[in-house]
């Protein structure tokens, strides 16, 4: 703690998805928390939005924090509560009601533009809510300070991804005094090059980031991002990789990288491991079983994807390749159960499925084996599509069964009602063969649970693991990927497949072992101190 010179009084983390989980950023406040604050006690506040009217599971209101503080919030009608997220740590959080501030944003809209030449013209779809959030999450923090008389106190501000860095602006414009923070989770273009299908890396050098960003019609989020990190007193980002992102698409070199940690209070130990490893086995397999209407062999080798639905970019379009090459191998015989957890645009879980699952008995009139919920575009949807193209149909006589989970995983699915941690600790393998990964959890996760996983050096986390390709010996398989050797990927990752397979006993509890030993080196109490080294660069910025 006494290397760095600065230790902030106050820290405020904001962010769109403090108890708000729709991604992965949810997954690095959540899990830092612990470790963060043991170090600022509840001088650690986080900031996330409130959504009138809706449960909030994550949060535990509590009307005896910063009493005085809340009461003078909403006589002022500012709208915003105290209380504790419900996760390891249970750090202060406070949530803002944003859409008081309506009718602030088009005179904050333009104070972006006077200031920064931040031009919204040609904002859509949640830009202007997103803009809005983070203007009253700094008006919060500005009302705290002035409300506690902490003019003269050490205080920092990190604003997580483009959605918050309005926030950043607001406050370097009103507040500088107070050490502002920006960290990029990925970039707004270079996700948007990708998602368009460009190529990012065979011509990286050649793009210019304000070009492709109106190109792709992504300027107006491209320019608040790009302008808070020019603007912060220390930028940030998570991975060596999208550190060079950031120096050619924003023109700001990071100040300095802050990898993703993970804290492991989420994973069961010992006999409970044990015990929740044969429950979810026995639940992937029942829901199996009764979707495809026959048993699934003891020995069966269960390999699941998951993440957001992003078909290239998260690899998903490799996964379904890989598996074709293992299943036109008429000498691999071991059978595979392949589950691909990413949610879709679902119905609801499948009422026939639901009955059979309940009682063994009823009819079943076995049709589409292939998914677990109904989707609504069950003809277009990209993966029922390869599924389809590839002769996924799931018969007995076909040794890879591959099912498709449009669901999120938190415990009421309808099908298999577990979180998506309580079935990844059943997997034997899992595959995450990313094109555009910043850091990439779902790899890092598999790990922490001891579950073997296979990524590529384009992801951080893989990058990060080994610089030079590894087979999944190591536990953490890592292929090299590049825009063209597409192929060459699908073939590695169906040699460890079969290289996993073919393992016995012991060989594939070292495998497990090695998993985990890599996870542990990536614990937030070990990475924390990243965030403590930003913290000093922000304080050390002169005014």
């Not at 130990?269 to 044969?278: C, D, E, I, L, N």
């Not at 609801?348 to 008995?361: E, H, I, T, V, Y």
């Not at 986390?461 to 536990?475: A, E, M, Q, R, T």
């Amino acid at each position: 703690m006494n290397e760095f010179e600065n230790k902030p009084d106050y820290v405020f983390e904001v962010s769109w998805e403090v108890c708000n989980k729709i991604g992965g950023i949810y997954t690095v406040l959540s899990t830092q928390a612990k470790a963060l604050n043991s170090i600022y006690s509840d001088k650690l506040i986080y900031i996330g939005p409130d959504f009138e009217g809706t449960e909030n599971i994550f949060f535990k209101e509590d009307k005896s924090l910063l009493k005085k503080w809340i009461t003078n919030c909403n006589k002022n009608n500012v709208k915003v509560r105290a209380g504790r997220w419900n996760i390891p740590g249970e750090p202060i959080v406070v949530l803002i009601d944003h859409r008081g501030f309506a009718e602030e944003t088009d005179a904050f809209l333009y104070e972006m533009w006077d200031h920064f030449k931040v031009d919204s013209m040609e904002a859509y779809g949640d830009y202007k809510e997103s803009v809005l959030f983070g203007y009253a999450t700094a008006k919060l923090i500005e009302n705290f300070c002035q409300f506690h008389k902490l003019e003269k106190k050490k205080i920092v501000a990190q604003f997580h991804e483009w959605t918050t860095g309005s926030g950043l602006l607001y406050t370097k414009i009103h507040c500088p005094h107070i050490k502002t923070l920006f960290t990029t989770h990925a970039t707004t273009t270079g996700r948007s090059i990708c998602f368009n299908g460009k190529a990012l890396y065979e011509y990286f050098s050649g793009y210019n980031g304000d070009q492709m960003a109106c190109e792709l019609n992504v300027k107006a989020k491209h320019l608040v991002e790009k302008n808070a990190a020019l603007q912060a007193d220390c930028f940030t980002t998570v991975s060596d990789i999208t550190a060079r992102e950031c120096k050619q698409l924003l023109g700001k070199e990071p100040d300095i990288v802050t990898p993703n940690g993970f804290e492991d209070d989420f994973v069961p130990r010992g006999a409970q491991y044990t015990k929740k490893r044969k429950e979810a086995r026995k639940t992937l397999k029942n829901v199996a079983e009764k979707l495809i209407g026959y048993e699934i062999s003891d020995d069966a080798l269960f390999i699941g994807t998951s993440g957001r639905y992003e078909f290239r970019n998260k690899g998903i379009d490799l996964f379904l390749e890989s598996l074709r090459m293992v299943a036109c191998d008429t000498s691999f015989k071991r059978e595979i159960v392949a589950f691909i957890l990413v949610p879709g645009w679902n119905m609801g879980a499948r009422k026939d499925l639901q009955q059979k699952l309940s009682d063994p008995d009823a009819k079943f009139h076995v049709y589409r084996k292939i998914i677990t919920h109904e989707i609504y575009n069950f003809m277009d949807d990209k993966i029922l599509h390869t599924m389809r193209m590839f002769h996924f149909d799931n018969e007995q006589s076909q040794n890879v069964k591959v099912i498709l989970v449009p669901s999120y995983l938190n415990g009421d699915d309808g099908i298999f009602n577990k979180s998506y941690y309580d079935l990844l600790i059943g997997l034997d393998l899992t595959i995450f063969a990313s094109y555009y990964e910043p850091w990439g959890y779902t790899p890092l996760e598999s790990a922490v649970f001891s579950i073997p996983t296979i990524t590529t050096d384009l992801a951080g986390f893989g990058l990060w693991c080994s610089s030079k390709p590894v087979d999944i010996s190591n536990g953490v398989a890592v292929i090299h990927r590049t825009d063209t050797n597409y192929f060459a990927v699908a073939d590695e990752i169906q040699n460890n497949i079969k290289q996993l397979a073919d393992m016995n006993k012991k060989e594939t509890e070292n495998v497990h072992k090695k998993a985990l030993a890599l996870a542990k080196k990536c614990s937030w109490n070990d990475f924390i101190q990243y965030y403590q080294k930003a913290f000093d660069i922000a304080l050390s910025k002169k005014e």
